[in-house]
């Protein structure tokens, strides 16, 4: 039971670059979240997904893009990388009545 | 505008002891709130959860007091382990609105010595 997976773990990218990051759950949540984390910044919301087919910004949003793919999958693009991007990201899913649970991160550098 | 404030980025105390983490929150909507625990190169992950019609939620070693009239919130631990040594997040949420969407506080590095 793998709960969240988020893929890569690691990933250094140059300005302009394009990349997605992915989430996959195997909990049956409905909503999915994308924060990132950045020293001394707490966990900052960026995107989120209530239910399949839907997404809606967060706190941060400009400079992403998401998508519900299917129920288990909520991946996050950033369509050309800048360096203030760089940050550890953090994908999460929630059941109904439950906490949300957060996959291992992803960190990205952009040089 | 932070919504979820924790004022101290770090507490330090000696093993056995009390840890007293804190948080306030501005949003009177608020109406569930969770302590998230997080080692380096982890997740976050939950810890312990109050709802806003109790005052006081307790697990094992941890207990999470709420003062709805401060918009003030605390997690003790008793007695403090040196693998507490982590960084807590509090959050906060508004269960009536928009599903699921926590709120963060910058959270405290709290370090348990010998």
């Known amino acids: 039971n793998a709960g969240v997976t988020q893929t890569p773990k690691f990933q250094v990218l140059k300005t302009g670059q394009s990349m997605t990051l992915q989430c996959a759950q195997d909990m049956n949540h409905n909503s999915m979240y994308w924060y990132r984390q950045d020293p001394g910044m707490g966990l900052r919301l960026i995107y989120y997904s209530a239910s399949e087919g839907t997404t809606d910004k967060g706190e941060v949003p400009n400079g992403y893009n998401v998508s519900r793919l299917n129920k288990r999958e909520f991946s996050l693009r950033l369509e050309s990388a800048a360096p203030s991007q760089t940050s550890v990201y953090f994908c999460a899913g929630k059941g109904y009545n439950q906490p949300q649970h957060f996959g291992d991160g992803t960190r990205l550098s952009i040089l | 505008d932070q919504q979820v404030k924790q004022n101290s980025p770090s507490l330090s105390v000696q093993e056995g002891r009390i840890s007293i983490l804190n948080c306030d929150y501005t949003n009177s909507m608020f109406d569930y709130f969770l302590w998230y625990k997080k080692y380096p190169a982890e997740g976050p992950t939950f810890l312990i959860s109050i709802s806003s019609i109790k005052d006081k939620n307790e697990d094992g070693r941890f207990t999470v007091f709420l003062n709805k009239s401060a918009k003030h919130l605390s997690l003790h631990i008793v007695p403090s382990q040196p693998g507490d040594s982590a960084v807590y997040f509090c959050?906060?949420?508004?269960?009536?609105?928009?599903?699921?969407?926590?709120?963060f506080g910058r959270g405290t590095q709290l370090t348990v010595w010998p």
């Open positions: 959050a906060a949420s508004d269960r009536g609105s928009t599903l699921g969407r926590l709120y």
